[in-house]
């Protein structure tokens, strides 16, 4: 790896002496997904009592981010934004807290409650300004940063300078590592029957210089692949990937405008050509998930997954057979935004069923009354059976429509119980 320039600015040391400079006690700050600080935590992994008495706020993904509070001293506490199954015991035992927040929600948390020590940072080699790049992911990071006593730094060569990324200067960090380790891999694999339905339907939807807003995942990325004939697209999203440099390639983005998102994620291909790229923003959650600004464009389509949607059209995110296996992320920002923009519209994709024993995802109520998106946060819901348009319908002509793009086979249990529910209103 090349010797990063000016040592003079900082104190440059090994993994090691990064991870024993964190003192028990202290609140610590580890960014996720494409930003995940690899090397630190497996060295604290390594060595558990390195991280004796921590206190650890992480925006770690489930399905990107490795890292468990299992790794750890039993005396660390980590609070994250996501859950996750195999975080249950944690939880349980209080190693583990999970913070019910959107990113706005999560953003407005730290302007005004949190307290930071060391705030850790992964960054590119610093350009001839002596400025390093946030790069792929950029999410929290400034706005911690910015309240942290002190920075903690590593340097990888493998996190791309991103024109149009945010930045912070090498003089910033009060310790620096030089690492050259990989960033995340996320693979979505190949679309589903089922995805590839769905992602039509949503596809028709979506007009010529409409602002448009997907995540990651199956659907998302066949979406991607099937606007590359539209024109003028605007990406103003949480997480995008491999569909999106794609479809940025195809000449469906608007060129006048700076497409911005708070993290990319996928292929190691992806990452060397995000350096590239000039018109995609990579810029702080504040930015990115700020509704006034979001709602300020017209036509903003927002496509968000669930687990379930119940026949209310209301939206779970977060529970599945009654156990926490995920957080609300963005969804709810970017939800209502598109609620309110002009001409916007606020979509729930998912599958109708699921599981080898199928069961259905449109039910009569949501599973433990977890509701993550309420009703009035979505317009549009759509299964690979049809698109379940809500806007202005009534109550019980909203049932209707989500009954009809359910699953065939349940559909007559779902009239069965909304006939019972509906004697009840």
């Known amino acids: 790896m090349p010797a990063v320039r000016d040592r003079r600015v900082t104190r440059f040391v090994p993994i090691a002496a990064l991870a024993d400079a964190l003192q028990p006690g202290e609140r610590v700050f580890f960014p996720g997904s494409a930003g995940e ?3 630190l935590l497996s060295a604290l992994a390594a060595r558990p009592e390195r991280s004796r008495g921590l206190r650890i706020l992480s925006t770690a993904v489930p399905g990107i981010n490795r890292a468990s509070p299992d790794d750890l001293d039993p005396s660390v506490v980590t609070t994250g934004l996501f859950m996750q199954p195999r975080f249950g015991r944690a939880q349980r035992e209080g190693r583990f807290q999970h913070l019910p927040l959107s990113f706005a929600g999560f953003v407005e948390h730290i302007r005004d409650r949190v307290t930071i020590d060391t705030c850790v940072v992964h960054v590119s080699p610093p350009d001839d300004a002596g400025r390093c790049s946030l ?24 996190m791309p300078a ?11 960090f009060d310790l620096v590592c030089e690492v050259d380790t990989p960033l995340p891999v996320y693979d979505v694999g190949t679309p589903s029957a089922s995805a590839t339905i769905i992602a039509r339907h949503i596809a028709s939807l979506v007009e010529d210089g409409s602002a448009l807003q997907a995540g990651l995942g199956k659907v998302p990325e066949t979406l991607f692949a099937l606007l590359h004939d539209r024109r003028g697209l605007r990406l103003q999203s949480g997480m995008l990937g491999d569909g999106a440099l794609q479809l940025s390639r195809s000449g469906a983005l608007d060129p006048n405008f700076r497409h911005a998102s708070c993290v990319w994620v996928g292929s190691s291909g992806l990452y060397r050509e995000l350096a590239t790229l000039e018109r995609l923003s990579v810029l702080s959650c ?3 998930h700020d509704i006034c600004r979001l709602a300020s464009a017209d036509r903003f389509i927002a496509v968000n997954s669930a687990l379930s949607v119940d026949l209310f059209g209301q939206a779970n995110l977060e529970h599945a057979n009654g156990r926490a296996v995920s957080g609300v992320g963005g969804a709810p920002d970017f939800a209502s935004a598109a609620r309110i923009s002009r001409g916007g519209i606020s979509i729930v994709a998912l599958p109708a069923s699921y599981g080898v024993e199928p069961r259905s995802r449109i039910v009569p109520r949501l599973d433990g009354g977890m509701v993550s998106l309420p009703c009035h946060a979505i317009d549009v819901v759509i299964t690979e059976h049809g698109i379940a348009d809500l806007r202005g319908r009534c109550v019980f002509a909203r049932a209707e429509a989500l009954i009809s793009v359910a699953d065939p086979v349940f559909r007559a249990d779902l009239e069965v119980a909304w006939n019972a529910i509906k004697q009840k209103l």
């Open 37 to 39: 600080p690899v090397a």
């Open 135 to 158: 790069g792929a992911a950029v999410e929290f990071t400034p706005l911690v940063q910015a309240k942290s006593a002190r920075t903690f730094a590593l340097i990888n060569p493998n």
């Open 162 to 172: 991103i024109p149009g990324g945010q930045t912070l200067p090498l003089a910033a």
């Open 286 to 288: 504040d930015i990115t």
